[in-house]
């Protein structure tokens, strides 16, 4: 696997990157964690049912980042535990 992280410029108005995470559902506490190898590994409290733990993790790095929840998109993995994340964070 490889993380690609693409960051506009400061003087840009939006910055984009990408990053891959790797899930974990059912723990006990929701939280990040630091980067494992190529991935970023995120323990979520949802299960993988019904898109529930998808939906957590958007809003877990919505509220990390400090950003809107519409801003967080899932373009690859919805179905597995490795997701690849669109990040949009505008300044």
């Known amino acids: 696997m490889i993380l690609n992280v693409r960051v506009v410029p400061k003087a840009s108005p939006v910055t984009n990157f990408i990053a891959l995470y790797r899930t974990v559902c059912n723990g006990a506490s929701k939280n990040l964690v630091k ?3 190529d991935y970023l590994k995120v323990y979520l409290t949802k299960p993988a049912q019904n898109g529930l733990a998808n939906t ?3 809003a877990l790095l ?3 980042l ?3 929840k519409y801003q967080v998109k899932i373009i690859k993995g919805k179905r597995s535990r490795d997701k690849l994340v669109k990040i949009n ?3």
């Open 35 to 37: 980067k494992e190898e």
């Open 56 to 58: 957590q993790l958007i």
């Open 62 to 64: 919505a509220e990390y």
């Open 66 to 68: 400090n950003i809107k």
């Open 89 to 91: 964070a505008r300044t």
